[in-house]
């Protein structure tokens, strides 16, 4: 199936600062969502993108299909903003259903 | 409008036991999805359904889990004779069709003692 690798696994950022989130994929996408999943645990949909780009106030998201990568970017970045991060890809030859392999996330830490 | 939503939101169970775990999916969604999420892990698939039916189980660990959606709605997974094991955070999304954006529920904590 699908390989979903993300990085970096870890980042430490100050309040306002701003960072990119990778994500690579081994095969065409159909699907490719990012995740914020918040210290509840619940997955909260950040971007929709397959291709092309997105943007939603601070956060914009650019996946390059042809290439098999997607980057997610945080501006100014507040310390609400620390949970994992998580990529999702679904392979345009799955046979059925567009079932989500997720990579392993990316720990985001916003110190005040 | 509503999200999805699961039920219970933890359970607590011993082992050898057996356990359901319901899941609402957003009106109007035909594909329901089960994934399982371990500590410190990203969420991992289980099965799908399009409709009534279970399009895809290849991701059930064993024969001990199942799952059924027998109206096209309202999905549940049943796991019997539970292990230590299965201790992990069970979640459910739903999306409009194949490829479409799925949106995920708060998920069920089942721990196993």
């Known amino acids: 199936g699908i390989q979903v690798e993300q990085s970096p696994p870890d980042l430490i950022l100050q309040e306002g600062a701003n960072s990119t989130l990778r994500c690579n994929f081994s095969d065409s996408v159909n699907n490719l969502q990012w995740f914020h999943q918040n210290p509840w645990g619940q997955l909260i949909n950040l971007f929709y993108?397959?291709?092309g780009t997105k943007q939603n106030g601070r956060l914009s998201a650019t996946t390059v299909a042809t290439e098999r990568y997607s980057l997610l970017y945080i501006s100014s970045s507040q310390t609400t903003d620390s949970g994992v991060y998580f990529c999702?890809?679904?392979?345009?030859?799955?046979?059925?259903?567009?079932?989500?392999?997720f990579g392993e996330g990316t720990q985001l830490t916003v110190n005040p | 409008g509503a999200g999805v939503s699961q039920t219970p939101s933890n359970k607590v169970t011993e082992k050898g036991k057996y356990v359901e775990l319901r899941c609402d999916p957003i009106s109007g969604h035909t594909a329901l999805y089960w994934y399982r999420q371990s500590l410190g892990q990203g969420p991992e698939f289980l099965i799908y359904?399009?409709?009534?039916?279970?399009?895809?189980d290849s991701g059930l660990p064993n024969d001990r889990f199942f799952a059924v959606r027998p109206e096209g709605s309202v999905s549940t997974l049943k796991i019997q004779r539970t292990e230590r094991g299965d201790s992990a955070v069970y979640l459910c999304a739903s999306s409009y069709g194949q490829g479409s954006e799925q949106y995920f529920g708060p998920g069920t904590r089942l721990t196993v003692t």
């Open positions: 359904f399009q409709g009534t039916g279970a399009a895809d």
């Open positions: 993108i397959p291709s």
């Open positions: 999702a890809a679904s392979a345009v030859k799955e046979t059925s259903g567009s079932r989500l392999t």
